[in-house]
């Protein structure tokens, strides 16, 4: 017994406490209920009542060693592991992120949506890629009209089944789809991307935005259409500009008419912007031409319309004083981050 009680008297004072690993694993064989000086204290009913009370005092100094290597041991990983450094420095700078923001376009164009939709205009949209029968065909162009020319018109495939694809050149194939679509009244505004091979230069783009609308109900007449153009230059232009309505031509409005406000920038006295006209024209409009009516099953005895349509790329150009439409289009951080939100 004694022998038994100086082995592990031994083995317990060599044993290396260095990690936690360590400290359960003595925990384990030594101090616990089940552990070895347990084991030993339970042999004492076996040893002579005369060495009893000897052996008693052994095995408790031996208790009390392994309890107090075990304490200390405990109390010295707990005071490394706090002064190591964290994992975690607190006192790195933050990371930056970046907010986004509106872009010009969708700012000015917010500001249209909101205006139409103040008057009772709900918003129609309808895909890029679009058929020429929708594109031209329904609205009335001739097999022949120059806009059809490959020079306007980016087309993608000729001679399917459906017609050629293209990329449209207006936002009115989403009012011929709205019209085959929906029974009158109508009241739309279609806002969206529109494709044009032109010439590339700072005034023009071969993408820029149009927002076109669309008002179909009985009896809706020129004075209608007027009125709702004055009613939205003045909110979007200021209130003291004056508008006039020039005579035109489109495959899919009679009458039709180009409507000019009075440059805004230089109120009307002639400048660089208005090339000294005092104009600035801002859009097509007039009547929906009755065959357009009639390709879309719409009776044009029973209702009338009218249509007009913008861009607003230009609008985005003089409001916010960049002078090349190409910035627009190319999302360069530089010119985007001097639109914060
Ligand atoms: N679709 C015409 C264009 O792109 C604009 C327009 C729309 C004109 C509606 C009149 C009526 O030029």
């Not at 162009?141 to 806009?147: E, G, Q, S, T, V």
């Not at 969206?192 to 009985?218: M, P």
Request: with cysteine; charged share 25%.
């Amino acid at each position: 017994m004694e022998n038994a009680i100086r082995n592990l008297q031994q083995e317990i004072s060599e044993y290396e406490l260095t990690s936690m690993k360590d400290i359960e694993a003595f925990r384990l064989r030594f101090t616990v209920r089940k552990g070895l000086i347990a084991g030993l204290f339970g042999q004492l009913k076996s040893v002579l009542p005369a060495d009893k009370p000897r052996m008693g005092q052994l095995l408790n100094q031996l208790r009390q060693t392994a309890d107090d290597k075990l304490a200390a041991a405990t109390a010295e990983l707990a005071s490394v592991e706090s002064k190591k450094e964290p994992a975690l420095d607190l006192t790195l700078p933050g990371r930056r992120s970046f907010i986004g923001s509106e872009h010009p376009v969708q700012k000015v164009l917010g500001e249209m949506k909101a205006i139409f939709s103040s008057m009772g205009f709900s918003i129609a949209t309808g895909p890029e890629l679009e058929l020429d029968h929708y594109n031209f065909d329904l609205l009335n162009f001739p097999p022949d009209h120059p806009a059809r020319d490959m020079q306007d018109t980016f087309f993608i495939t000729r001679g399917n089944a459906n017609g050629d694809v293209l990329l449209r050149t207006h936002t009115s194939p989403v009012q011929i789809r709205v019209m085959l679509d929906q029974k009158p009244p109508i009241r739309v505004i279609c806002p969206g991307k529109v494709y044009r091979n032109e010439a590339i230069s700072s005034r023009s783009y071969c993408v820029f935005h149009q927002l076109e609308g669309l008002y179909i109900d009985k009896g809706v007449s020129f004075a209608d259409l007027k009125a709702t153009i004055y009613s939205f230059a003045h909110q979007m232009f200021g209130s003291d500009v004056k508008l006039r309505f020039r005579p035109s031509f489109f495959p899919f409005t009679e009458p039709s008419a180009e409507v000019d406000v009075t440059c805004y920038l230089c109120g009307g006295k002639g400048c660089r912007v208005c090339k000294k006209s005092g104009w600035l024209e801002i859009m097509g409009c007039g009547m929906v031409h009755p065959n357009v009516m009639r390709n879309c099953g719409i009776d044009p005895e029973k209702w009338s319309g009218y249509a007009f349509g913008m861009g607003v790329d230009r609008t985005v150009l003089l409001r916010y004083k960049i002078d090349d439409i190409r910035l627009l289009f190319e999302n360069d951080v530089r010119m985007l981050q001097q639109f914060p939100a």
